[in-house]
């Protein structure tokens, strides 16, 4: 054999029938990694999260994007969901396993027999069987859950959709509502709102079996009334708000066990009978616990204890036959011949004895469960926080000794057990211990081989992390949270867990305000905006939105602004109405759809001219504004255009911007010609003043007879405007138009120059009254108003107004030059 050439036996392919290593290719999964890059690309560094989820809320499509935000839209047509489908008695079954909490590793923690409950368990299974719904009260460590689940198996058969088991630690009535409609129905990615959700669950008809409640009152009538159909079982404490006094509620309360029944079962638990001075601690134990079951496990787990000492001295450390913060060394025989029994204040409060006699990655488990407030970390995390690899059997050894209780699906510390351990010094440590979890728990829920379910399941360890970094005085605690926020929010929403991804996002919004990382604060910003909306809040929306786009704008994230400026034109869509036809006219001070309104400003009287423009223009109306311009730029501020939003505001600014501008091109052009035509010697056309202006001097009275519109006329839209006839000749009294002003120095009228040898045909009127005598042509027809489908020719004179007046003219009423006789079907003279 050639020690430099092998042949390919030596390496296992002797029998490889597809030619590799015999001059074939070699198969890439037998090759080596290449040494190009490290082995694991994601060990010290966080793996780009790529977990894009699309799902159905309601009537709107919303696609979880971890890296700008989310965002939403109104579902398409195609993009309709599949009309929710009820589960089967199996698949309710095998959705109930997957909701359990793990079976704790190691040997089968024995179950204690449910003792002096048949007299409850017979009254709960009749009154589910009437159709009613009962709360079951009791304290804490009373066997609640024991006897929830005893009653479960008895009323299997009663409802055409089953049993549902739900855990109300730490939900709401809407999260308990989702829960049930998850239960019954099989709706992949789809979360309908709140009136598809009732409807859904209206139908439902289920015995509900709903452990750890935490709220009533009207919450808890809001639950019921959702689901007239469902027979509902509440286990909850005495601490908790009570039903409303006209609720259909049966009150069941749930006692201790007498002492006969505690000291039997301290014997199955203990599975052995208990001596004489054993007997008589328990009946002491049962006089200070008041007959809780659970003190009663937990004494048996005690009594187990002192058992394995009096056998095994060296089964706890093999320290001495004690481990090193054993509390009764002191009173323990050398050789493990006797061992006394613990005190009572210990047998009432024994979790500190009982974690002293555990092993280092149990005792390590309950300090990070007592830093997370009594939430214990998932089995398979305890290995990589504990450090060892065996950690994962911590947990039967913590539910064996009755330390644990189940929430849902996962496990807690139990009852009292919490207070105990950070008496006895578990929770010196618990910022440090936070803050480790928070880490792990920030890369493990942004890694993308971690699916949403399993996220949601350790949502609530996760929040605690969270809870216990903010706020915090430690360098970088708010940067830990703020992380762990930032991966796991996304992951919550697209688990339907939309409680604990509200929860995230505002610890994660304060977290990143404390840090400073005003980035991250605007994204927490958007996400509590879509949720707002998508849960139909669209005033919270709209409030988180401008500030995650004002926040990015600031920081010149285009993306980001984009994706929340399409989130806030849906949410004005949506809440803001019908949008408006047309502008709205500057002074018309429409509320804007705004929280923070500014003081307006006052509101100059205007004054609005409508003409009909020449040209491209002829179907245009403008409207003329003597407002000032911050008052008109506020107006249009606070009007109906907020509704439009984003680029519809900017496309209708513009647009009335240019009529503007063309509208003011044309008025000056319009008097540049009347001008021109007045220094050649062609007088053109003169205003004059209302009659009413006079009424108090010594002018015309307001009521003086005249031919033409009055003041009011010209209040109302009519013309006080008359046209002067170009010609130098006429009889005084009757000329067409009086001088541009109406009164002379002594106050009396004056008239211009005599009109043209033209005949009166007019009424006869007071030579003091100025007055309008109709020309032939006015005489024989009238000239009509200016209208749309009647342009004026550009060259003709426009009327002025003078500064004096507020308000304008808007009609001619005869020619302007001793050629317009001639032309007098050319056209109205333009006001």
Partial sequence: MDPTHRDPEEYGRDNDSSGAGRGGPIPSSQLRPSRGGPITPDFGKQTPQARVVR???????????????????????????????????????????????????????????????????????????????VRLTGPAGSGRTALLNAVA??????????????????????????????????????????????EKVRSIGAVVVLDDLEFGGAALEELLDATPECAFLFATTPDVAAPTPDSYLEEVFLAGLGRSSSIELLEQVVERPLTDEEANWAGDLWFESEGLPLRFVQAGALLRQRDMLRTDPDAYGGLGGR?????????????????????????????????????GPARDTLRFAVALGGEVPHQAH???????????????????????????????????????????????????????????????????????????????????????LVPGDGAGQAGVAVLLARSASPAFAAGLHWGAWERALRIGQEAARIAGE???????????????????????????????????????????????????????????????????????????????????SPVVPTTAVTQTLPGSYEDATAVMSRQSAPTAASGARRGRFGVLGGARRNLVAAGAGVLLAGVLGTVVALGMTSGNGDAQGNPGVTTQESASQDD????????GPTDGPTPGDTASGGSAVTSDPSSSQGTPGVSGTPSTDSTGPSGTPSSD???????????????????????????????????????????????????????????????????????????????
């Avoid at 323990?332 to 061992?339: A, K, W």
């Avoid at 047998?347 to 092993?359: N, V």
């Avoid at 009852?415 to 936070?434: F, I, K, P, W």
């Fill in 153 to 198: 198996a008895d009323c299997a058969d009663l409802a055409p959709d089953g049993v549902v088991r739900l855990s109300g630690y730490k939900r709401t009535a809407t999260d308990l509502l989702y829960g049930l409609f998850e239960a019954v129905h099989d709706a992949q990615l789809h979360r309908p709102d709140r009136a598809g959700l009732l």
């Fill in 518 to 600: 005003f980035a991250e604060e605007a994204y927490f910003h958007h996400e509590l905006g879509v949720l707002a909306l998508c849960t139909g809040n669209p005033d919270r929306a709209r409030a988180e939105l401008e500030t995650a786009i004002s926040m990015r704008g600031a920081l010149a994230d285009k993306s980001g602004a984009v994706a929340g400026r399409r989130a806030l034109a849906l949410v004005e869509d949506c809440s803001g109405g019908p949008l408006p036809s047309g502008p709205v006219p500057v002074g018309d001070d429409v509320p804007g759809p705004r929280f923070e309104e500014t003081v307006p």
């Fill in 382 to 468: 305890l290995p990589a926080l504990v450090g060892d690899t065996h950690a994962d059997a911590a947990l039967g050894e913590l539910a064996g000794c009755g330390l644990l209780s189940p929430a849902g699906p996962r496990y807690r510390l139990a009852a009292g057990v919490l207070v105990q351990l950070e008496a006895a010094g578990y929770g010196e440590d618990r910022t440090d211990r936070a803050r480790t979890a928070a880490q792990h728990y920030a890369w493990w829920a942004g890694h993308p081989s971690v699916t949403s379910v399993r996220a949601t399941v350790e949502a609530d360890a996760i929040i605690a992390a969270m809870a216990q």
């Fill in 55 to 133: 799902l159905i809320s309601g009537d709107y499509l919303l696609t979880v994007n971890p890296v700008d935000g989310s965002e939403v839209e109104l579902c398409p047509p195609g993009e309709q969901p599949d009309p929710p489908v009820r589960r089967s008695a199996a698949d309710r079954a095998d959705h109930e396993r997957a909701s359990a909490p793990p079976v704790p590793p190691g040997p089968p923690v024995p179950q204690p027999p449910l003792l002096e409950r048949a007299e409850e368990r017979e009254r709960l299974a009749r009154l589910l069987a009437r159709g009613r719904s």
């Fill in 323 to 359: 481990p090193a913060d054993s509390p009764f060394g002191h009173d323990e025989d050398i050789d493990g011949v006797y061992i006394p029994l613990p005190s009572l204040g210990e047998g009432a409060a024994p979790a500190a004895l009982l974690a002293s006699r555990l092993s």
């Fill in 696 to 703: 108090s001097g010594e002018g015309v009275p307001a009521d």
């Fill in 753 to 831: 120059a005599p009109s043209s040898g033209t005949p009166s045909s007019g009424n006869p009127t007071d030579s003091s009254s100025p007055t309008k005598s109709p020309t032939p042509t006015e005489s024989s027809s009238p000239s009509p108003a200016p209208t749309e489908t009647d342009p004026p020719e550009p060259t003709e004179s426009a009327t002025e107004t003078p500064p004096a007046s507020p308000n304008t003219s808007d009609s001619a009423s005869g020619p302007s030059s001793s050629s317009a006789a001639a032309s007098a079907d050319s056209g109205p003279t333009v006001a």
